[in-house]
C-alpha cells in the first residue's frame, strides 16, 4: 500500500523536475528570446531532469522493497534467545517466524503467544516501521539529489537531447533483453530444480520406470514413504489423449481448410471461417467444463448402451474435446499453407482435364504438405502442453494401458496436482514436477523448432 | 498409342476418349464424395462451435436467477435491539436466525416435530440472516414492525423450483423429500415463492453454499491481474519492437532474442507457471495468490504476442515516413516516438487486446501460484490474496453440488461476454485505424 503511494509520489516528484528543467533551461540562456543557443528543445532538459530524479530513485526502491523483510527478519531471528532456536528443524523455526509476522500484523497465530514472541513481535513491527520511514526517506533523498544533479548541469551547453536518448535506448535494450531472460528463467530454475530432483531419483527409474506413485511420507517410518517416481504411464497417458486429440482435429481441420479455401463460395467462407476460428479464443477452462460434465457422461452413457465398460473419466472424452479444441490451429495453418500454392499450378492440372477434387489430391496438398505436417506438429505440441482440460476430465491415476476408455493421466495433470498441494519445496514430489516441466519444456521446444524450419523452408519455395 | 493396342482381338481399337467417358462417372461420383467430406467438415465444426454454446447457455442461464421464499417476518424490537439503543453492535449481534424461522414456523403451524422442524428450517440458506442483518442495519426503522421479506431459499429449494430436480423420482434418489416438496407446493400456491434477479452472484464472494457463492471476488481479481499486466507488459512489448525492428543491429545476439521471442510464444503456459512458483515465489519472494504475482507471470507470457503484434505494426508503417522525418532534421527516437509509433499504435493496441484476452481466459499457471486458494473476500489491492474468474470456474466445476453446475456456466457465460467484448473492440480498433497506404 504504502509502495503506492511512494510511486505516486515520485511520479509528482518527476513532474516538478520536468518542469523545473525547462525552466532552467530556458533561464539559462536568459530567456526565451535567446532559445537558440540551447543545444536541445527545451523539454529534452526537463526530460532530462525526470529521469534523473525518477531513475535511481525507484532503482533503490525495488532493490529496498527486495531485501527489506531478509534484513528484517534476520535481526529480529538474531535476538530470539538461542534456547527458543536450538534443536529445532527449519520448519519448525519458519513457523515461528511466520507466527512473529502475523502477530505483528494483527493476524491469527498458531500457536499460544509467549513473552518472547510477544517481544520479538513487537521487535518486528518496529523494525518494519523504522524501514519502511527510512525507505521514505532515501528514495525521495534519492530524488531530490538526481534532480538537483541534473540542475547543475543544466546549460546551453549540454547535449541533453543525446543524453535522454540514449537513457530511452538503453530501456529499450533492458525490455528487449526480458525475452532472453525469459527463457533464461525458465531452463535455469526448472533444471536446478530437476538436477535436485535427479540427485534423489535415478533418471533411469524416472525416464524408463512405469509405476508412478508419488505419495509423500508423513512420516519418516511409514510404508511406502519413498513414492515411485517412473513416469512412463504419464509419457503414454499425454500420447494417447494427444493421439485422440489429433484423430479428431486433423481430419476435420485439414478438410475444412480445403473445402473453404477450393470448393467454398465466398459468402459461406467469409461467415464459417471466423465462426470456427471461435473455438481457438474459448478458454481451455471452459473446454474442460464441456468434457467433464457434458461429455464424459455422454459417452459413458453410450458406452453402457453398447455394454461397454467406459471409466468417468475417460481418455477418450479429454481426448475428444481438446481434438475440438484444436480443430481452427490447424484448419486455419493449412488455409494458409493451401492459399499460398500459386494459382499456375492448379490451372495447370485442370488444363489436363483433372477434376477439381483430383487437382487437390495429387497437386494441391502434396505442394502443401510440408506446410501442413509443420501446421500439424505445431497442433501436436499444443496439445501435449494442454493443461485444463485434462486436469478437469482425464483422471488422476496413473493406469498404463492402451483403452481410451479408461482413465489415464498425463504429465501436465501431474504437475498441477504435484504443485497444487501445499508441499515443502524441496521434497521429491514437488521437485518431481520440475523434471516433468522440463521434460515438457524440451519436447514441445524441439517439436517448434522442427515445425517452424519445415514451415519456413516451404513458404520460401513459392516467394 | 501402344496401351490402347491391349483391347481384345477383333474388337475395334478403343481411343482415348473411349477411356476418359468410362471413368468420368466414377471419377464424378469421386468429386462429389471429396466434396461432401469437406463440407460434413465444416458442418462438424459448426456444429461444435454451437454444440459448445448451446450446452453452456442451457445449463446457465437459470443462474441469473435465484428463489425467493416471501415470508412476514416480524422484528421485534426485543429480540433485534436488545440493548435498545439503535447501535449498530446491538443490532449486529441479534439472533437473526430465530426471526426468520419462526417466520417460516408460522407458515405452517401444523409441523411439530423436532425433525421435521428442522428439516423446514433447511429450507432457507445459512446466508439468509445475514442478508437480513445488513437490511436491518441499513434501516433501522424497520425494527419493531412487521414486514414482507423475501427471503433466500437454501440450494436444493432453488433447484427444486427451477425444476433440476426430478419430482417424481423416488424419494431416495433425490436430495429433497416428499415433505419439503409439499411445502414448497403449498408456497408456491401461496404466491410466496419467486425467482428473482440474482443479485448476490454478482455482489459477493465465493462461498461454500451455492446460493451464497457469486463471482464479485474473481472479476475484481481478474481486473486487477488484467490491470497490472497491460501495464506491465505493453510498455515493455512495445520497447522491446520498436528496438527490435527499428534500433538493432542485425547480430547473433538481436537473432538470439528473435528466436527467442518466438519459441516462446508456443511454450506451453503451465511452464510459465512453473517458472512464475521458482523465481517469482522461490527466488523473489512475491506473496503467493496475489494479483501481483498472476500479473508478473502473464506479463511474461503475452510479452510474445505483444511484440510480435507490434513488430507487425511497425513493419506496416511505410518507410517514406520514416525518410521525410528523417530529411528534415529528426533524430532517429524523435522519428519513431513523434511519427511511426503514433502510426503503429492502434495495431500494436489491437495486439495487446488480443494478448489480454488470452491472458484473461488463461488457467493452468495460475493454479501453481496459489490463486486457487479459497478466497471469500473481494480483494481490493494488488498485493490480497485473490483469485481469478476462470480459476473460479474451475473451482466451481470441482464442486458436487448441483447448484454449482449453472452457477459454473453463468461464470462461463459472463467470461466469455468479457472475451467477445475484448475481441470485439480489437476489431474495431483495426477497421478504424487501418490504414492502406
Not at chain 2, 520498436?242 to 506451453?268: G, Q, S
Request: proline share 4%.
Amino acid at each position: 500500500m504504502y509502495a503506492w503511494i511512494l510511486i505516486l509520489t515520485l511520479l509528482a516528484v518527476m513532474a516538478v523536475a520536468y518542469q523545473l528543467g525547462i525552466k532552467r533551461a530556458i533561464s539559462s540562456v536568459g530567456g526565451l528570446t535567446q532559445i537558440n543557443a540551447l543545444h536541445s528543445l527545451p523539454s529534452y532538459y526537463g526530460l532530462y531532469a525526470a529521469l534523473w530524479a525518477g531513475i535511481p530513485a525507484l532503482l533503490l526502491m525495488g532493490l529496498w522493497i527486495g531485501f527489506q523483510d531478509q534484513i528484517v527478519t534476520s535481526l529480529v531471528t538474531a535476538n530470539l534467545s538461542p534456547d527458543m532456536l536450538e534443536g529445532q528443524s527449519s520448519g519448525r523455526i519458519d513457523l515461528i517466524l511466520n507466527d512473529i509476522k502475523n502477530l505483528a500484523t494483527g493476524n491469527i497465530v498458531s500457536a499460544t503467544v509467549t513473552p518472547e514472541v510477544q517481544a520479538a513481535a513487537d521487535q518486528y513491527a518496529r523494525l518494519e516501521r523504522i524501514a519502511t520511514w527510512s525507505m521514505w526517506l532515501a528514495v525521495l533523498a534519492v530524488a531530490l539529489g538526481g534532480m538537483a544533479y541534473a540542475w547543475r548541469r543544466t546549460g546551453p551547453q549540454m547535449r541533453a537531447r543525446n543524453r535522454v536518448e540514449s537513457i530511452f535506448l538503453a530501456i529499450m535494450i533492458v525490455f528487449s533483453s526480458i525475452a532472453i531472460l525469459t527463457t533464461l528463467g525458465i531452463v535455469l530454475s526448472v533444471l536446478f530444480e530437476s538436477l535436485r530432483f535427479f540427485d534423489m531419483v535415478s533418471p533411469v527409474e524416472f525416464f524408463l520406470g512405469t509405476n508412478w506413485s508419488p505419495q509423500i511420507a508423513l512420516r519418516a517410518d511409514q510404508v511406502g514413504a519413498t513414492g515411485a517416481f517412473g513416469a512412463i504411464p504419464l509419457f503414454t497417458g499425454t500420447l494417447m489423449v494427444s493421439l485422440i486429440a489429433m484423430l479428431v482435429a486433423v481430419p476435420i481441420g485439414l478438410m475444412s481448410a480445403i473445402y473453404l479455401s477450393e470448393y467454398a463460395p465466398r459468402n459461406v467462407r467469409a461467415v464459417a471461417k471466423p465462426v470456427i476460428e471461435i473455438l481457438a479464443g474459448i478458454p481451455t477452462v471452459v473446454y474442460g467444463f464441456f468434457a467433464a460434465l457434458t461429455v464424459a457422461p455422454a459417452i459413458r452413457d453410450l458406452g453402457a448402451l453398447l455394454g461397454l465398460e467406459v471409466a468417468s473419466e475417460s481418455a477418450l472424452a479429454a481426448g475428444l474435446v481438446m481434438g475440438i479444441m484444436i480443430i481452427p490451429f490447424v484448419s486455419s495453418l493449412s488455409d494458409d499453407v493451401i492459399n499460398a500454392v500459386p494459382q499456375s499450378m492448379r490451372d495447370g492440372s485442370y488444363a489436363l482435364g483433372a477434376t477439381q477434387s483430383e487437382t487437390i489430391r495429387r497437386v494441391i496438398v502434396p505442394a502443401a504438405l510440408p506446410g501442413i505436417v509443420g501446421g500439424i506438429l505445431l497442433a501436436v505440441s499444443r496439445a501435449i502442453g494442454e493443461t485444463m482440460i485434462v486436469v478437469m476430465a482425464a483422471g488422476m491415476a496413473a493406469n498404463l494401458t492402451a483403452n481410451p476408455l479408461e482413465s489415464v493421466t498425463t504429465v501436465t495433470v501431474q504437475i498441477v496436482t504435484l504443485l497444487t498441494g501445499d508441499q515443502e519445496f524441496d521434497s521429491a514430489k514437488t521437485l518431481a514436477a520440475f523434471a516433468l516441466g522440463l521434460t515438457l519444456f524440451l519436447v514441445t521446444l524441439s517439436l517448434n523448432i522442427v515445425a517452424l524450419s519445415i514451415v519456413r523452408k516451404y513458404r520460401e519455395q513459392y516467394e | 498409342m501402344n496401351n490402347l493396342a491391349a483391347t481384345a482381338p477383333g474388337a475395334p481399337p478403343r481411343r482415348t476418349i473411349d477411356i476418359v467417358n468410362e471413368s468420368l462417372k466414377r471419377r464424378y461420383a469421386r468429386e462429389r464424395r471429396f466434396r461432401l467430406m469437406g463440407a460434413i467438415a465444416v458442418g462438424l465444426g459448426l456444429a461444435f462451435v454451437v454444440l459448445l454454446f448451446a450446452d453452456i447457455v442451457s445449463k446457465g442461464y437459470t443462474a441469473f436467477q435465484q428463489t425467493y421464499i416471501r415470508l412476514p417476518v416480524t422484528l421485534t424490537a426485543s429480540i433485534v435491539d436488545p440493548a435498545g439503543t439503535r447501535d449498530i453492535e446491538s443490532i449486529s449481534g441479534a439472533n437473526y436466525n430465530q426471526l426468520i424461522k419462526d417466520a417460516l414456523r408460522q407458515q405452517f403451524p401444523e409441523v411439530t416435530d423436532r425433525r421435521e422442524l428442522r428439516r423446514l428450517s433447511s429450507m432457507l440458506s445459512v446466508g439468509a440472516p445475514q442478508l437480513l442483518r445488513e437490511r436491518v442495519m441499513e434501516d433501522s426503522s424497520l425494527i419493531g414492525t412487521t414486514q414482507e421479506i423475501w427471503v433466500l431459499a437454501d440450494d436444493d429449494i432453488d433447484m427444486l423450483v427451477k425444476g433440476n430436480i426430478d419430482r417424481e423420482a423416488a424419494q431416495g434418489d433425490r436430495r429433497v423429500t416428499d415433505e419439503v416438496i409439499g411445502w414448497v407446493g403449498q408456497l408456491e400456491q401461496q404466491g410466496r415463492i419467486e425467482k428473482r434477479f440474482n443479485t448476490i452472484f454478482f455482489t459477493h464472494g465465493t462461498s461454500r453454499e451455492p446460493e451464497l457463492a457469486g463471482i464479485a471476488g474473481a472479476l475484481m481479481g481478474s481486473l486487477y491481474t488484467l490491470t497490472l499486466t497491460f501495464l506491465l507488459s505493453f510498455p515493455i512489448g512495445v520497447g522491446a519492437a520498436l528496438y527490435l525492428e527499428e534500433f538493432a543491429p542485425k547480430n547473433r545476439w538481436t537473432d538470439l532474442i528473435e528466436v527467442n521471442v518466438n519459441n516462446l510464444a508456443a511454450v506451453p503456459s503451465i511452464v510459465f507457471g512453473l517458472l512464475g512458483l521458482a523465481v517469482f515465489i522461490g527466488f523473489f519472494g512475491v506473496p503467493r495468490s496475489t494479483p501481483l504475482v498472476a500479473a508478473l507471470v502473464m506479463t511474461i507470457m503475452t510479452l510474445p504476442t505483444i511484440i510480435i503484434a507490434s513488430r507487425v505494426a511497425l513493419k506496416s508503417v511505410p518507410p517514406s515516413i520514416r525518410e521525410a522525418a528523417l530529411g528534415v532534421g529528426a533524430s532517429a527516437l524523435q522519428t519513431q516516438f513523434h511519427h511511426v509509433l503514433p502510426l503503429a499504435l492502434p495495431g500494436m493496441l489491437t495486439g495487446a487486446i488480443i494478448g489480454m484476452a488470452r491472458a484473461l481466459g488463461e488457467t493452468a499457471p495460475l493454479l501453481m501460484i496459489g490463486m486457487i486458494a479459497f478466497i471469500v473476500d473481494v480483494p481490493s489491492g494488488f498485493t490480497d490474496s485473490a483469485t481469478v474468474l476462470p480459476v473460479q470456474i474451475f473451482l466451481w466445476a470441482d464442486s458436487p453440488e448441483r447448484g454449482f453446475v449453472e452457477r459454473t456456466s453463468a461464470a462461463i457465460m459472463v467470461l466469455l461476454a468479457f472475451l467477445f467484448l475484448m475481441n470485439f473492440v480489437a476489431v474495431m480498433l483495426r477497421r478504424k485505424f487501418e490504414r492502406r497506404w
